[in-house]
């Protein structure tokens, strides 16, 4: 009956760490990170059209789609210009999409014919010379794979109202497509090492189906400590969110706003809606604010070359996180709102209080809610040292005094000015409704 016992304690132990695996062991470079860019490139720039989703859903033929492969060139692309600029931005990783859903891959991979090496006339991979520029700048590597591929003919869903077969009538059809999934992944693994492999497509299938836990498994073979996101149905170590900004701080421990410069991931010639780079820092800002990364988008055109808008808001951003580096990398979630009026993050042990502002303060910059003794407050970048008052402080009471910070116009950045309140220790809040004046 013991050895029994046992067994079955033994089965639902494996069965839990099958369904909850254990977390990368290097989670501290994402934590700091703050800011990665995304790469978006493939076929889908030679007509700049939606990637993948334009066949899906129907906007061209699924022909007309492909036949972008016979005239994507890349002839002036130039990993080495990607990467500098990419690191000059500030950026601590990157993330490009070695495949996309329509299966395209960019390296030359033997699990299947289409590649870029293969199928177009830049007929290189144009993948490993990219990984070996990233390593050179000390940069962290993240690739981008879809579990779901439109084009592979053992995937069951092809477009929006199309299928080839249901898994449960066909398994041996869909394991054909598992192995195939799990040939590419290894050969990504095996050849490039990736810190981070940032899924997508899982939406259509089950865990169970898409072997998610296998799938891990394969993965830290190569890097015990690779950083997955959470497009694997679960089994990831971070979440995603896309586009939007959070408004409040998302439940997951670590987390990353995936976001676009214009409205579109890949190159599109139409799409012009470009946000100004102070648009760019205040995200930034606001994910930084709330505990989070920002993986910022960028499409190249099909010739290799960045658009010059993309490039200008790399470079502001570049100015700005170089000027203030104190207050983007080693930094943690602010105070909640409501104490001040600017997005607020703390350092490592809370001691010091960063205050962003993207406006010029009308008078001074308020913050109530501080119970610490304040040491000094300056700007950040700068050092300038900023003049400040206590009002309303009475000695027998708990509820403490406004800070009243003076903020004159010659310190003020361009995109957004960052002020550091050094205080008498970790940071303590006052968080009651305030008080009637009994003894004066």
Not at 55 to 72: E, H, I, L, S
Not at 94 to 105: M, Q, R, W
């Amino acid at each position: 009956m013991k050895k029994i016992l046992i067994s079955i304690i033994a089965s639902v132990a494996a069965a839990f760490s099958a369904s909850f695996p254990v977390r990368g062991q290097d989670m501290e470079w994402f934590s700091e990170a703050k800011l990665g860019i995304f790469i978006h490139w493939g076929i889908y720039a030679v007509d700049g059209i939606s990637e993948s989703w334009s066949f899906y859903n129907g906007y061209v033929p699924y022909d007309t789609y492909m036949a972008q492969t016979k005239r994507f060139l890349a002839e002036n692309y130039d990993p080495h210009q990607w990467v500098s600029l990419i690191k000059e931005s500030g950026a601590r990783y990157t993330v490009i999409t070695s495949k996309h859903h329509d299966g395209v891959a960019l390296w030359n991979t033997a699990a299947s014919k289409l590649s870029v090496p293969r199928q177009t006339p830049a007929g290189r991979d144009v993948l490993t010379p990219f990984v070996h520029e990233v390593r050179m700048a000390g940069l962290k590597l993240g690739l981008y794979y879809s579990l779901l591929d439109w084009s592979h003919p053992d995937y069951p869903n092809w477009t929006r109202t199309t299928t080839r077969y249901s898994i449960k009538d066909d398994p041996a059809r869909w394991q054909r497509f598992v192995d195939f999934d799990f040939a590419q992944l290894r050969e990504l693994s095996e050849a490039y090492r990736p810190d981070l492999l940032w899924f997508d497509g899982d939406w259509e299938q089950t865990a169970e189906d898409w072997h998610a836990p296998e799938i891990i498994k394969l993965l830290r073979e190569y890097n015990p400590d690779i950083v997955v996101n959470s497009r694997i149905q679960g089994y990831g170590d971070y979440g995603t969110p896309e586009i939007g900004v959070p408004t409040t701080r998302p439940a997951d421990r670590y987390w990353e706003l995936c976001y676009t410069m214009n409205d579109s991931w890949g190159f599109q010639h139409k799409d012009t809606n470009f946000k100004t780079p102070e648009m760019i820092v205040r995200t930034l800002v606001d994910c930084i604010s709330l505990g989070g990364n920002l993986l910022l988008d960028i499409g190249p055109r099909a010739d290799g070359t960045i658009p010059e808008e993309e490039v200008s808001i790399l470079k502001e951003l570049g100015r700005w996180t170089s000027k203030h580096a104190e207050a983007v990398y080693p930094v943690r979630a602010g105070i909640p709102g409501g104490f001040v009026n600017a997005y607020t993050a703390l350092n490592k042990d809370g001691s010091v209080l960063y205050l962003y502002f993207p406006y010029k303060p009308i008078g001074t910059l308020e913050v109530k809610g501080i119970t610490n003794a304040v040491k000094s407050i300056r700007v950040v970048g700068s050092d300038t040292p900023l003049t400040w008052k206590i009002y309303n402080k009475l000695s027998w009471s708990e509820v403490p005094g406004l800070l009243d910070i003076e903020v004159p116009e010659e310190v003020l950045d361009p995109s957004m000015t960052v002020i550091a309140v050094e205080l008498d220790g970790p940071i303590r809040l006052y968080q009651g409704a305030g008080k009637v004046i009994t003894s004066n």
